[in-house]
C-alpha cells in the first residue's frame, strides 16, 4: 500500500512563503518515475482540491488561484515532490496532501498550511 508522508507546512503571514515535501517510500521506482504526481488541499468544510499536478517528463499544471505562486517539482532519485508556495495568502489555508494524480486512497496525513494575518 502505497503511503505518503508529507511536510514542510506551518503557520505564516500573508505574502511569506514555505516549501511542502512529500515523500513515497515505499513506492517502488519503477512505479513512482513515470507517475504523474500531484499537490492537493483541503480548506475546512470543503472537498478536497488538486493545486498542482507533474508528470514523469516534468510538464506542470496549476490551478488558476495559484498560478505564478506556487511552484512543484519532484526529485525521482529521492520519490519526492515538492512544492513552493510564494505570496502566501489567507485563502491558501487548507491541509496539504500529496498523492498519484486521480488515485483516491492511499492519502498520508497531510500537512497544515496556514495563512495568518
Known amino acids: 500500500q502505497v503511503h505518503f508522508v508529507e511536510s514542510g507546512g506551518g503557520t505564516v503571514q500573508p505574502g511569506e512563503s514555505l516549501r511542502l515535501s512529500c515523500r513515497a517510500p515505499?513506492?517502488?521506482?519503477?512505479?513512482?518515475?513515470?507517475?504523474?504526481m500531484a499537490w492537493y488541499r483541503q480548506r475546512p468544510g470543503e472537498q478536497r482540491e488538486v493545486v498542482a499536478s507533474?508528470?514523469?517528463?516534468?510538464?506542470?499544471n496549476y490551478v488558476n488561484s495559484v498560478k505564478g505562486r506556487f511552484t512543484i517539482s519532484r526529485d525521482n532519485a529521492r520519490k519526492t515532490v515538492y512544492l513552493q508556495m510564494n505570496s502566501l495568502k489567507a485563502e491558501d489555508t487548507a491541509i496539504y496532501y500529496c498523492?498519484?494524480?486521480?488515485?483516491?486512497?492511499?492519502w498520508g496525513q497531510g500537512t497544515q498550511v496556514t495563512v495568518d494575518p
Open positions: 498523492n498519484v494524480r486521480g488515485v483516491d486512497e492511499s
Open positions: 515505499r513506492m517502488i521506482s519503477s512505479t513512482y518515475n513515470p507517475a504523474t
Open positions: 507533474i508528470t514523469h517528463d516534468r510538464t506542470t
